[in-house]
């Protein structure tokens, strides 16, 4: 198709379509075609957007909770399945919604409580215990600031706390517990009559007639899979050779330039007491509380163990009961003020009191570390591997840039762009829309060969993204059709249909029969004109009693009204496929709370706050999500 666009526009037409294309550009100008930006963002919520940076992370992140639960069980297909999708992304707009309610009420998180949560974090401890080192390294491996970090924390606490609050709104009382457990496990008493369309096959004759007919009114039914052939050409990083020379002192200007990641900064290790100031403090009240935290800083200096005051006084949380102790600090780890003051202080000294949006606080340097990391020697090879890692995702980067172009400009024939590239063109099938194995289980591989550009016109396909810097494009080589079989393929398979149609039918009048004497005799009979079953009892059935009854028929008994006085409930159900039963329900007995002991009656209390607080929640989603202009982009997923 797009060879078709190319050849129709040379000669004079290509003349006319540039001049047109002219106008535009000397009304406003090229430099707005080449700035003009495309949104990407999967969502936005009012004004904020959720990219697809954002969503492909969270999606990452599944995946690995997903492996690691369940090891190699799951096909990578699993996490392309839209349901999934759709799944990540509502909690990334339930998220962002939950941000901005609560910012717009005036919740926030208080800067302790961010800072306590990242002292407790089990990947940023050593030996149990809170590390600035580790601290630096993870931010440095993710790419985040110190304030970005605790900005993410403090927006997952807001959610978190909300979300709870939600959840724990929920209360159940004691008669609901009771009223749950008495319905839970409910028991019920009735007799039965089966009626299996097996029971009626051998009555059943079927002629080719009615086969010939069957079949001409069902050729769909009997359409063979539309299946497809491909050639495609494969781009992967890892099978491009690099070769890379690097030069000593390249390697030295990187380390200076990333000293950060491998060289940790001075750190204090330090204790403190809070004080808090209330809101509504008033200038006398600020000035008693300076003046208590003034006389445990004085208390301190004259030889009182720190650890201890702290553990007396002090109103963090978070370091009370470790004597104050905060472990290592770093430059811009604290509020600038408390930052300030410890950073002045010399090894061993004590502050005055520091005051800070939460209080007065008394500092202890316990210990000054000076500045100490990585030589470039330890790190050199670490730095020439990811030069050449870098060299590498450079080349592919070109590569995959030369392939698209190659694809578009020899749309229709994929062998100038193999040569091209060096690359071989690779041939796959047959496979047809709902296969899940080779190459086809790759959804994006099963969408592109079967859509309309590419099987229809004969396109090229875009590239199909296959991996981390893992590409392919692809034509369709071969396209079988689907057609209806013939005749003498199908013929056992109808008989079969319409034997099995006919018993069915058989087996459901003989049901109506046995209905229709039942209610006249108010109880169920049998043998009667017509229909012939045995009458089963069942006593005392619960919801789950399914080895000696279909569990269909179980499930239709447990749908039924009660029985009034001595009158069963008679009614005809299904009881699986193409079998009925008469049923004649005459007893229903309430579970009993008193068999269950007071530890299982509070499990089971717990189980329905919990389902009630799940509802409250989405809920509340619900009524959030309804106050904000919300934009998807599904395809962007």
Do not use: C
Request: without cysteine; negative net charge; glycine residues 6%.
């Amino acid at each position: 198709m797009l060879q078709n666009i190319r050849d129709l526009i040379s000669g004079w037409l290509a003349m006319v379509v540039i001049s047109l294309l002219a106008i535009p550009f000397a009304l406003w100008g090229i430099n707005n075609y080449f700035s003009m930006s495309t949104p990407t963002y999967v969502a936005k919520v009012a004004d904020m957007e959720i990219s697809s940076d954002q969503f492909r992370q969270r999606l990452q992140l599944y995946r690995r909770q997903m492996q690691q639960r369940f090891g190699d069980t799951l096909d990578s297909s699993f996490f392309e399945q839209p349901v999934i999708k759709q799944n990540i992304l509502d909690d990334l707009i339930n998220e962002e919604v939950l941000r901005q309610s609560a910012r717009a009420s005036g919740f926030a998180v208080p800067d302790s409580a961010i800072q306590e949560t990242i002292a407790g974090l089990p990947f940023l401890q050593i030996d149990g215990k809170f590390s600035a080192e580790a601290y630096r390294t993870y931010l440095t491996s993710v790419g985040n600031t110190f304030e970005q970090f605790q900005r993410r924390i403090g927006e997952d606490l807001l959610s978190r706390s909300l979300r709870s609050v939600a959840a724990q709104t929920s209360l159940v009382s004691d008669p609901e517990v009771l009223a749950y457990i008495q319905l839970r496990d409910q028991t019920r008493r009735f007799d039965y009559e089966l009626f299996q369309a097996a029971d009626f096959a051998d009555q059943v004759k079927v002629d080719e007639a009615q086969i010939e007919t069957y079949y001409q009114s069902h050729p769909e039914q009997f359409k063979t899979v539309e299946k497809v052939k491909i050639n495609y050409v494969e781009l992967d990083a890892k099978d491009l050779e690099t070769h890379v020379s690097i030069d000593e002192q390249d390697l030295k200007s990187r380390y200076d330039q990333e000293k950060s990641q491998f060289v940790a900064p001075e750190q204090r290790i330090a204790s403190h007491i809070l004080l808090e100031v209330p809101d509504s403090a008033d200038a006398a009240k600020v000035a008693e509380i300076r003046a208590r935290a003034q006389s445990l800083a004085d208390r301190a200096r004259k030889g009182e163990d720190f650890a201890a005051l702290a553990k007396a006084n002090s109103q963090d949380a978070g370091s009370a009961a470790q004597g104050g102790d905060l472990g290592e600090v770093e430059q811009g780890m604290m509020t600038d003020a408390f930052d300030k003051a410890l950073f002045s202080l010399a090894e061993g000294a004590i502050s005055d009191p520091v005051r800070t949006e939460f209080g007065f606080h008394v500092i202890y340097n316990r210990k000054i570390i000076p500045e100490h990391g990585k030589t470039f020697a330890e790190v050199r090879d670490q730095l020439q591997h990811e030069i050449e890692e870098s060299e590498s995702e450079r080349l592919y980067l070109g590569t995959a840039d030369r392939l698209y172009d190659a694809a578009f400009e020899n749309d229709g024939n994929l062998l100038p762009v193999a040569e091209e590239l060096g690359l071989e063109v690779k041939h796959a099938g047959t496979f047809a829309r709902g296969d899940k194995t080779g190459i086809a289980a790759n959804p994006a591989v099963l969408k592109a060969a079967f859509s309309d550009a590419v099987l229809v016109d004969g396109s090229t396909s875009d590239p199909i993204d296959l991996g981390p810097n893992h590409v392919m494009v692809l034509r369709v080589a071969e396209h079988i059709k689907s057609k209806t079989k013939p005749l003498k393929d199908v013929h056992d398979e109808i008989q079969g249909i319409l034997r099995d149609q006919a018993a069915s039918k058989l087996a459901n009048e003989a049901a109506d029969k046995a209905l229709d004497a039942a209610l006249n005799a108010k109880a169920l009979v049998k043998g009667g004109d017509g229909f012939h079953a045995d009458i089963v009892k069942a006593e005392g059935i619960g919801r789950q009693d399914y080895k000696d009854h279909p569990q269909a028929l179980i499930t239709a008994v447990f749908q039924l009204p009660h029985p009034q006085g001595d009158n069963a409930v008679i009614k005809k159900v299904s009881a699986g496929a193409s079998s009925y039963a008469v049923v004649a329900l005459s007893k229903v007995s309430p579970g009993d709370p008193e068999k269950l002991s007071g530890g299982q009656r509070e499990d089971i209390r717990g189980q329905l706050e919990s389902d009630y607080g799940s509802a409250e929640t989405a809920a509340l989603f619900a009524y959030l999500r309804s106050t904000f202009e919300i934009d998807i982009q599904p395809d962007r997923m």
